[in-house]
């Protein structure tokens, strides 16, 4: 790319890494496809979501799209605390990213779906994935997830899918 990357040490102090490269300035402004319907719930529904997301950035995006349109939003970075977390609470739905450390997604749903079983109830869990073979997909449905995003996660369709499984606009 025609550049160069580097590192300068200095011991006892740490490194700095770096690196350059040659970019072509793009040729068209970018656009966005359609708006992101970002304006608040009109019908004052408080929607309550469990995210699981062990990825900062994924996690912020999500929390901060979630504070605009007026949802309430508890977080997790890993399955075995949102366990702890879903059966302490009360949620209209949770999004489960399915690669985590400690307990995946798949792990963590299904002992969710297996507390569900005794005391009930059944929330809508959709999975929060990058990968998306249809086997990933099936593998999802198996453990008991209702529905499936990509990521990176795009925010209409986030929004489409809570607003679809929470029946709440």
């Known amino acids: ?3 160069e990357i580097g ?4 011991e006892g102090e740490g490194s700095c890494f770096y690196f350059t490269c040659v970019l072509e300035k ?31 950035v994924s996690r912020t995006i999500i929390e901060k799209y979630a504070e605009l349109k007026g949802w309430y939003i508890i977080s997790s970075n890993d ?4 366990i702890d977390i ?8 949770v999004l489960m990213d399915v690669q985590m450390p400690i307990m995946n997604g798949y792990i963590a749903t299904g002992n ?8 009930e109830i059944h929330t809508p869990i959709i999975a929060l994935t990058a990968f998306s073979i249809n086997d990933d997909r099936e593998k999802c449905f198996e453990v008991g ?7 990176p996660v ?5 929004n489409n899918m809570v607003i679809k499984w929470t029946q709440k606009q």
Do not use: C, W
């Open 1 to 3: 790319m025609g550049g």
């Open 7 to 10: 590192v300068d040490t200095v």
């Open 154 to 158: 795009d925010l209409n369709e986030l």
């Open 26 to 56: 793009a040729k068209e402004d970018f656009e966005m496809k359609e708006p992101l319907n970002m304006k608040q719930d009109e019908n004052h529904y408080k929607i309550n979501i469990l995210l699981v997301e062990d990825d900062l």
């Open 86 to 93: 879903f059966k302490q609470n009360k949620f209209d739905i």
């Open 79 to 82: 399955g075995n605390d949102a």
């Open 112 to 119: 969710i779906r297996s507390y569900e079983r005794k005391i």
């Open 145 to 151: 997830m209702d529905d499936y995003l990509s990521k």
